[in-house]
């Protein structure tokens, strides 16, 4: 189960404070595990410690709505956004008997009501999940890469034939699947055919995170040795390379075809910011959010960028006040 500890004396680390947010709030659900823009990048969800998810105006923090229909020991540690938004998926961690049990739900925001999906019976090493951009279903990334039929809540295990893997990411049609394996290779599934159509295999870079850009075969991923790299899995090639430093690249998003923008950091540690543009070799800006941070997240557009702390802080800003030509 992951654990939760208080936060360290200082708020900050180093000479730098944190620029000012647009927002911020404190909640009482402990360490925030997880955050979510919704496809519109008008929400923001949150899982946290306790077991509650909340619901924000992502650019006037508002707090919307909160849920918390688990025990108190399964902490929310997974959050992904259905087709339209009204939907936000969970994952939570936690149970006396065995440490290390997962849980798949379905929350409808628009009635305040939770379902759990794929039956009772736990899942294990459930390190990331995605919702299809265009409705059906749900890709989780774990010990093996398992589908779930949203409507029915049917799961299906081992539905991809990737093996055990950390992060997954659709791509924008919903016709692709991107997961980061334990092998060290990123690899691109067709979701209808249940098959692997691309691999981009590099150990050295130890994908951690990935993501499509907007259209086309192309797709980014960020290493545990904070390299950033375009690959177009149609002809399995890199198309561009970018140095981020030496710190694991957190999150990623390709907010155009020409832009990206990169979070780097070690767990509950400080982030640092990056934009790049894909013709560029160098990063267009730079910035350091000092904290610790277990979360965070882009909004699809990349005109927020979200992280959530230790202590249950949630805060929000505007990369475009962070970084330039964003």
């Known amino acids: ?26 909640e009482s659900g402990g360490t925030i595990h997880a955050l979510a823009f919704s496809p519109d990048g008008r929400y923001l969800a949150s899982g946290h410690h306790d077991g509650t998810a909340r619901l924000f105006d992502a650019v006037g923090g508002g707090d919307l709505l909160a849920e918390r229909k688990r025990k108190p020991l399964w902490a929310v540690t997974g959050i992904a956004f259905g087709r339209w938004g009204e939907l936000v998926l969970l994952t939570a961690a936690g149970g006396k008997a065995m440490e290390g049990q997962y849980r798949a739900f379905t929350w409808d925001t628009l009635r305040n009501d939770t379902t759990l999906i794929g039956g009772q019976s736990p899942k294990f090493l459930v390190a990331d999940l995605a919702a299809s951009p265009v409705g059906g279903g749900i890709a989780f990334a774990g010990r093996t890469a398992d589908w779930c039929d949203a409507a029915s809540g049917e799961w299906r295990g081992k539905a991809f034939p990737v093996g055990s893997c950390r992060s997954v990411a659709f791509a924008h049609d919903g016709r692709h699947l991107a ?29 951690a995170c990935v993501t499509f850009f907007p259209a086309g075969t192309q797709l980014v991923v960020g290493g545990e040795n904070g390299v950033v790299r375009v690959w177009d899995f149609a002809t399995e090639k890199v198309v561009r390379e970018w140095a981020g430093g030496t710190s694991p690249v957190r999150c990623l998003v390709a907010c155009s075809e020409t832009r990206v923008l990169s979070a780097h950091g070690p767990r509950d540690e400080n982030v640092v910011l990056r934009s790049w543009r ?11 959010l000092n904290g610790e941070f277990r979360a965070v997240a882009f909004s699809p557009d990349g005109r927020l960028v979200a992280a959530g702390d230790l202590d249950g802080t949630v805060m929000v800003w505007e990369s475009v006040t962070l970084l330039p030509g964003v």
Do not use: I, Y
């Open 1 to 26: 189960m992951p654990t939760d500890r208080p936060k360290k004396t200082a708020a900050t680390r180093g000479n730098a404070k944190p620029p000012k947010p647009l927002w911020s709030t404190h």
């Open 278 to 288: 894909t013709k560029s070799a160098k990063p267009q800006g730079e910035l350091l």
């Open 179 to 207: 997961f980061c394996t334990d092998a060290g290779a990123v690899a691109v599934c067709d979701v209808a055919e249940r098959k692997v159509v691309g691999e981009c295999k590099d150990e050295q870079l130890s994908p």
